[in-house]
């Protein structure tokens, strides 16, 4: 089992299939093991992760991280915490528009699909509407963020893109941040204890 999901891994970093439709070469980025308590699914790496490849060292992380789970790098980092993966696990550029490409459905199906059913997790962290949509598609998505939900049978948290471009969500919905964020931070601090 360990064995198949290091294989599959393995093959998933080197994976380029969408070179010729992201007109660059793609990095594949995945942290995380069998064992992850959280898994987290957010939409695709920025331009700064596709050259870190390091998920979350971009602005969005920052607020990630530090505001919202107020964890350390150590804790976020630790494969054994946190399964971090996103609908494309490549950063997938920019359309013609200048605006970011979504994220190519094809790496759900080849490869995220798999990855999960090896991981042993106790929650999903789903990050944005893109991503909420893949696992719960007949949902409204700000319903999706305000309540506890269920996936696989476990208990799925769904959070809005923490982008500092997201602003307008924010202001529309200041329960976020004054009430639900304090919430799913008590939760990710008793799984992680
Ligand atoms: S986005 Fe996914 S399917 Fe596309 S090259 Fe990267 S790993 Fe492969």
Redesign the pocket.
């Known amino acids: 089992m360990e064995e198949e999901f290091n294989k599959l891994i393995k093959e ?1 970093k080197k ?5 010729n439709k992201f007109g660059f070469t ?1 990095h ?1 980025v995945v942290i995380g093991n069998t064992n992850s308590k959280i898994v987290q699914i957010s939409q695709a790496p920025s331009r700064t992760v596709h050259e870190s490849l390091k998920p979350f060292t971009d602005q969005s992380g920052k607020k990630l991280k530090y505001d919202w789970y107020q964890i350390t790098d150590e804790e976020f980092y630790n494969p054994d915490n946190f399964y971090i993966a996103a609908l ?3 950063y ?1 550029g920019k359309d013609k528009n200048g605006n970011d490409r979504m ?2 459905r ?2 759900y199906e ?2 995220i699909k798999k990855e999960l059913e090896y991981i042993n997790n106790r929650i999903y962290i789903l990050i944005g509407a893109k991503s909420a949509k893949v696992f719960f598609p007949n949902d409204n998505f700000n319903d999706l963020v305000f309540k506890d939900n269920c996936l696989n049978s476990k208990l799925t948290l769904v959070l809005p893109h923490p982008s500092p471009l997201n602003i307008k969500w924010f202001k529309d919905h200041p329960d976020f941040l004054n009430k639900r964020i304090y919430e799913v931070r008590t939760i990710i601090k008793e799984i992680l204890e």
């Open positions: 998933l994976c380029d299939i969408c070179k793609p594949p494309s696990h490549c997938p994220p190519p094809i790496c080849k490869w």
